[in-house]
């Protein structure tokens, strides 16, 4: 069962447990790559759409498509699939790195009715620097998180992570900064 903990605080739209978001800032060049070829998923204007409603239902799909998609992939980074340091794409051969189990869980979680204005990449960073991605799922309990280093869908304030920036909700093309959180502390689920 995915819980809220008493720590957690409103954010400005007033939704406990939900990042803070900042100014616009900059799509890492792997997603702006990504664009080029699927420029469609790149132009999705939604407006403002309110967070899913976290269900029980809700908490089965999440889950299932999080055990489902980090066993079905083998870890591999984009040097050894593409040939190249950095390349967003949906998984090929069932070989990817963490932004390509994103791509599939945002694409499967859609296709079962939840809108790309809920589901949205997020960058990170991990205890030991480096960067990662994972999905947020902006649900009216907070924003949790399905990462590919574990199966559990946690809270992005209890992941250990850092997080820096995200798609914006609104527009799938635009990214905004992750105002600091004190309750996160730095560190990585490895």
């Known amino acids: 069962m995915l819980s809220v903990t008493p720590m957690q605080k409103a954010s400005a739209d007033g939704v406990l447990g939900a990042m803070a978001i900042g100014q616009r800032t900059s799509a890492p060049v792997g997603y702006i790559e990504f664009c080029r070829r699927h420029a469609a998923e790149c132009r999705i204007r939604s407006g403002k759409v309110p967070p899913a409603v976290m269900s029980a239902g809700l908490e089965d799909k999440l889950a299932s498509v999080t055990r489902l ?62 960067g990662h991605a994972v999905l947020t799922v902006k649900t009216d309990k907070g924003d949790y998180v399905l990462d590919n280093l574990n199966n559990d869908v946690k809270l992005w304030s209890e992941t250990g992570y850092r997080f820096l920036k995200r798609q914006s909700s609104t527009d799938t093309g635009r990214w905004v900064a992750i105002r600091g959180h004190p309750d996160v502390l730095v560190g990585a689920v490895d």
């Open 69 to 130: 998609v980090n066993r079905s992939i083998k870890p591999a980074s984009d040097l050894a699939v593409h040939g190249a340091m950095e390349f967003w794409s949906y998984p090929d051969n069932a070989r990817g790195d963490c932004e390509d189990y994103v791509l599939l869980k945002r694409q499967m979680l859609e296709l079962q009715g939840i809108s790309l204005s809920n589901l949205l990449i997020t960058v990170v960073k991990k205890k030991d620097g480096e």
